[in-house]
């Protein structure tokens, strides 16, 4: 029975031993399948740095000068021991080669990646490192030190081994391996985000075969050393060298995307305290080691350097290149009424002081079609400054991350010093146009609060009014006289309907006061009215009583008066006549509507001039009485149509001046 059962196990032993595979019978999905399995974690100690360090100092010989190691500790003795001795007694065949590796990675099971490879090589060097240097031992003169060095070359058998120039080889490719792995190591450690550093990733792919055909390489060679097999050390050569390779081509691209993070990074923190604002736009749109881009001039379609906004406040338009017209038409807006009076002051800002440059973005900056259409918007639609050449997304992560880019157009507000006044001016601008000088956030809240109390007017009222947007353009319009206030709604229905008006988009609602509650006139006006009664506190409550004071005339004038809105943005304050005349001659100015880059901008400068005819037909009229009689003060309105208010009293004269201003 017990014969029987030892060649029962005999048979186990011999089946099994017959069923292992080398190295090269396996694929490298089966490879990295069983070296996985043996990586559990990496928790255990290993100086790898001074490891390696002493290691290159047994093997390079002739190479680089030796570095002093001290210190060191871990792994012990036994670990490179215990792997040494298992690399020796490594039986011949190649499918024992992969049993010893994959022992090793069993062993080495907590370690790291690098150090498995260090320890291993170190491992490796005991053995190779006696051979060496005890063969570079010669006798010349016989001392007690000469004796036992000649007593260990023979204990070692040197003279009846040799490491043959195809081992040596295969230790060169072998420590330039490891000196990868370690490199890939250190870096990883630095913890730099997969998402800047993709390459370290696709190095990772690549580690776990070069630290197996390293192990192989090794057992190989020390096999090989101590005359136990004779393997064909080339092809371990050539396996570990192709993922060699690929690990290198992968660490030479993790070389610039770490220069590219490290680059990022001093930008990122000079982004915080730049000199000034040439200097910030620099770090946002110059990459290091190209020559520094030019701007366009839109209107003069000339180029220049950066250096031409120094000191300036600068509007940083940043968008793609899609579907941004409104945004072009509504800047060119905004340029040109900064170029129309270059000096005017306002809230201690020179409107001259303001330039615009737009940052194109895109995705690839090799399209055809991108060229194409930059070349057109810079050619033929923009009149301010223009990067003269792509930003691509992937460059432009400053901009993404420091100013909130996500492909949506934006408008950064910079001051001469760099700093940022509104990190998004974009709605600001298209809700109040030039009128949110000098752009700031607060401008835009003093804005909204200046008409705040007028919106509050209109739905405490209940007038209906539709929802106010703040591309959306809205008529509010009333009088006593029905007739005009047809005209002008049949007026105002076919301008909406025209086809410059229909072919920029513009919405256009109306919204006549009183006409199915006439009610709601006495009260919209009296609450209007209430508004003087209010406690002047600072300069917004006085613009508000000069507001106030202006509503309260249109009231007056006989005929009828309008409202026009751009948002909440109140654009114009109207008389009956000259309204009626904008609007139904419209045909006379509709080719301003894109010259002035608005229809507001266009709508309020054709009715100044109309209301500049009107006036000059009715001058402000003076009455004089020849019989004052101070006790009794008759009451007269001015005889002006577009006027009709009641006539002051000064003096024996009655006098009445309907200009609003």
Partial sequence: MALAQTNGASSATHLIKSQLRGPFDLDDSQILDKVYITHLHDDEKCDT??????????????????????GFQHPDFCTLKLISCQMIKTPKEEKYVHQTTMWILQHLKTYSWDAKAVISVAAFALEYGNLVYLKDIHQTTISTDQVVANSLKQLNQVESRNISIEASKLVNV??????????????????????????????????????????????????????????????????????????????KSSREEIAGVEEYQRRWKRFYNPKDVVELLKFLVHRPGTPLPQLFDGASKTKSDIDILREKHVLLFISSLDK??????????????????????????????????????????????????????KNHNIKFYALDQFTTLEDARLIRERLNYQ??????????????????????????????????????????????????????????????????????????????????????????????????DAIIDRYQLGKTE???????????????????????????????KSLLCLKQDPTGW????????????????????????????????????????????????????????????????????????ATITCPNPTCGRVMEVTSVNYKCCHRDA
């Fill in 49 to 70: 740095e001074t490891l390696f360090n002493m290691v290159t100092n047994v093997l390079i010989k002739n190479g680089r000068a030796a570095a002093p190691v001290t």
């Fill in 174 to 251: 072998v420590m330039e391996a490891v000196n990868h792995v370690t490199e890939w190591a250190k870096w990883s450690s630095n913890g730099y985000d997969t998402e800047d550093v993709p390459s370290l990733s696709l190095a990772l792919q690549q580690i776990p075969f070069v630290v197996y055909w390293t192990l192989a390489s090794l057992v190989a060679c020390t096999a090989n050393i101590v005359v136990s097999s004779d393997y064909e050390l080339s092809k371990f050569r050539e396996k570990l060298y192709s993922f060699d390779e690929n690990l290198n081509r992968y660490l």
């Fill in 324 to 377: 941004i017209e409104d945004e072009i038409q509504l800047l060119n807006s905004i340029y040109a009424r900064l170029e129309e009076k270059p000096n005017d002051v306002v809230k201690s800002f020179r409107k001259g002081d303001f330039k615009i440059l737009w940052i194109p973005i895109v995705r690839d900056e090799w399209e055809d079609e991108h060229k194409r259409k930059f070349t057109r918007l």
């Fill in 407 to 504: 492909g949506k157009p934006m408008v950064t507000v910079l001051d001469p010093f760099g700093h940022i006044l509104n990190e998004n001016a974009m709605d600001l601008i298209f809700q109040w146009g030039i009128d949110a000088f000098p752009f700031r956030e607060v401008d835009g809240d003093e804005l909204f609060k200046k008409w705040k109390w007028f919106w509050d007017v209109t739905r405490k009222v209940n007038l209906g009014i539709p929802e106010v947007k703040g591309d959306r353009y809205i008529f509010i319009y009333g009088g006593g006289d029905s007739k005009w206030n047809n005209n002008f709604t049949l007026a105002l229905d076919k301008l909406r309907r025209h086809e410059t008006i229909t072919g920029i």
């Fill in 518 to 548: 006439p009610k709601l006139v006495p009260r919209f006006w009296i609450e209007i009215e209430s508004k003087k009664l209010k406690k002047h506190e600072g300069a917004l409550d006085c613009e508000i009583q000069r507001i106030v």
């Fill in 562 to 633: 309008v409202i026009l809105t751009k948002g909440y943005n109140v654009k114009v304050l109207g008389h009956a006549e000259p309204m009626y005349r904008t609007v139904e001659e419209f045909d006379k100015w509709q080719n301003k509507v894109l010259e002035k880059e608005g229809f507001d901008i266009a709508f309020k400068e054709y009715y100044d001039m109309k209301l500049q005819e009107f006036e000059a037909l009715q001058p402000c009229s003076v009455v004089k009485v020849d019989d004052y009689n101070a006790n009794v003060i």
